[in-house]
Nanobody, 123 residues
Framework: VQLQASGGGLVQPGGSLRLSCAVSGLSLDYYAIGWYRQAPGKEREWVSSISSSSRLTNYADSVKGRFAISRDNANKTVYLQMNSLKPEDTATYYC?????????????????WGQGTQVTVSS
């Protein structure tokens, strides 16, 4: 199983980025996919997740209303659209997968993890 995050970069405050997570080695039809982030010196933080059918999504309060998660099961890719970015969004972002028909959050870590992509929000 591989999850490869991409799309990170340097962006000014108020800007936007779209992260992608390419998944291989498992059928997305049976997995919830989510995003976590970790800033230097801080604990890993759950950001968002989406159910296998895309019917359910959830978001951390810190990103609600600014980030949007979506998925394309046919192309085995999950996206995180990040708008109105703030300096406190600076972190390495990781995607993760869990065998669930629902969503997941910070309470139970997912089964599979991918490598991260760096997002830096700075002027």
């Amino acid at each position: 199983v591989q999850l490869q995050a991409s799309g990170g970069g340097l962006v000014q405050p108020g800007g936007s980025l779209r992260l992608s997570c390419a998944v291989s080695g498992l059928s997305l039809d049976y997995y919830a996919i989510g995003w976590y982030r970790q800033a230097p010196g801080k604990e890993r933080e759950w950001v968002s997740s989406i159910s296998s059918s895309s019917r359910l999504t959830n978001y951390a309060d810190s990103v609600k209303g600014r980030f949007a998660i979506s998925r394309d099961n046919a192309n085995k890719t999950v996206y995180l659209q990040m708008n109105s970015l703030k300096p406190e969004d600076t972190a390495t972002y990781y995607c993760a997968a869990d065998p669930s028909l629902g969503v997941f959050d910070s309470r139970v870590p997912p089964t599979y993890w991918g490598q991260g992509t760096q997002v830096t929000v700075s002027s």
